[in-house]
């Protein structure tokens, strides 16, 4: 197996684990309601609602939902990374397209 299969395989491999179950999933699940307690704190505050901060709550939510579910349910379970992965790596491109001088997309 070459380094690039090899590094594919243990990649996928991570995500298509079995869920880790509950200590996991708590702490997850708490940190993406730290998030949203955040986020209804600044809207509160009259602040304003910043994007990002919702945004990183739902992939941590999306990844506490996969360490929730049954081992049984495994492809749910990698869509599910997969999902709260690309919800990141989404985040991340509108703040650097924001950092690097374009338009403002997530304040």
């Known amino acids: 197996m ?5 590094l594919a395989t243990r990649f996928f491999g991570d995500l298509s684990r079995d869920p880790d179950g509950r200590p996991q999933n708590l702490v997850w699940f ?3 309601a730290l998030f949203y307690a955040l986020a209804a704190y600044s809207l509160l505050a009259g602040s304003g609602l910043r994007l990002f901060t919702p945004l990183i709550a739902t992939g941590f939510a999306l990844n506490g939902l996969a360490e929730s579910l049954p081992a049984q349910r495994q492809q749910a379970t990698y ?3 997969v999902l709260a992965i690309a ?4 985040l991340f491109v ?3 397209v924001g ?9």
């Open 94 to 96: 509108l703040l650097l």
């Open 79 to 81: 869509w599910t990374r």
């Open 2 to 6: 070459s380094d690039r299969q090899s």
């Open 30 to 32: 708490g940190t993406a």
């Open 87 to 90: 919800v990141m790596v989404g």
């Open 99 to 107: 950092l690097l001088g374009g338009p403002q997309l997530v304040a």
